[in-house]
């Protein structure tokens, strides 16, 4: 899928660029990018290696396995065919965890671990398993109880009551979230049977 | 709220080195242990930024969500979704920093506390950088089929982000 899309992207930028008379400004910008795209690297390499060492000391204190534990219902629905005590369970709890605590710095680290994780107990297949896609989706739907860059955004553009908007967050939140489940559940059993 | 909310993350840390001390985890080895490993991954993940960052900044350089917007405008109006609101409808799966520059923009242009800015707000809130997450997640594994991961994700951005827009005329 990665594949098509990224042919797409380019072919459509590139052919609007020669519509619009944008072609310099598509060259500028792709050689910046390839900047950019080094230093969120480069960001992110400290906050993988803090969270992914910290996630590591948990294991060892046996925390995560306590809170794969607390968390056990709604994995065997999610989730089904990890294997109990598998390190996984563990990691995925971590990853939401932090996902819903709104520690952003974490949460992408901790989630490429456990898809790591998950990965694993799929023998490391070039193709998907289902806990893996629907790890990915429920990630990709962000269920953020605080969103506080918009909220900051908001005052500084003047409004008066920047928190207005918290229950039309938290509703289009959950909406995603569930649309992305039963979207992720259907298509896994319409896939599996071609 | 502003001191608990910065409380969380050292509370956290604090929290799992206390107790692995307590249980006679050699706490520091095993912290580099696997910071060693998150090292490695973050290096797998470099060349896959690189690929989706730059097709991500052609497009945006290239106007097409400009050419896009003005094609879908009417079809869209009749479903009640703003012609404002349309940008960053496009933009919002594909690129983070696009988006939420195209927001900051748009609000002071608006006014937060208008439906518009309401809207946007609760748009950018309750979405994520679905093409640039999914690419991440799965760039630290061998996975080449990601199945039906792509679809899902979009499938659950936009049904969140047109209950944003509906939501937002009652709230």
Redesign the interface.
Known sequence: ??NF??VI??F??????L??G?VK??S???L???G???N??IT??GS???????????E????VDGLARLLKGVFRFLFPGIPKGHPANGAIAMSLSADL???G??A??L???A??E??HVNG?????SNA??M???V????I?L?????LI??QQ??????T??M???W???A???V???V??KL??KR?ERL | MDFL?NL??PA??LF??L??YL?G?P?FD??????????K???E??PV????????????????F??LTSLIKGPLALIGIPAEIIPILLIRP?SGSAS?GL??EQ??LY???SYL??TL????????T??Y?????????????????????L???Y???L??IY??RI?
């Open positions: 899928m990665l899309l990224w992207m380019i459509a930028a590139v052919a609007a660029g519509l619009m944008r400004e598509i500028d910008a792709l910046a990018s390839c950019n795209a080094v969120l690297s992110m390499l993988m290696c803090l969270w992914s060492g910290l996630m590591r000391v948990a060892k204190a046996g925390l605590l709104g520690l710095n974490a992408t680290p989630g490429i671990m898809m790591k998950l990965s490391d297949a070039p193709r998907a893996m896609v790890f990915a989706v990630n990709a739907a962000c953020q605080i969103p506080a860059t918009v955004i908001r553009a003047g409004s008066s009551n920047p207005s908007i229950p039309a967050v509703i289009a939140s909406v995603s979230l649309s992305g489940i979207a992720a298509m896994e896939r | 909310a969380a993350i956290v840390i799992i080195v107790s692995a249980k985890v706490v095993t912290f580099i242990e696997g910071a060693k490993e998150g090292a991954t973050a290096f993940i470099l930024m690189v690929g989706i960052l730059a097709a991500v900044s052609m497009l945006n350089a290239s106007g097409l400009d050419v594909f939420l927001f900051t609000i002071k006014g937060a506390d800015g309401r707000s609760t748009i950018i809130s309750s979405s994520e679905v093409l997450t999914l690419a991440v997640y799965f760039g630290g594994t061998p996975v080449k089929d990601t199945r039906h991961a792509v679809a899902a994700a499938i659950s951005s049904a969140g982000m209950t944003a939501i937002c709230l």
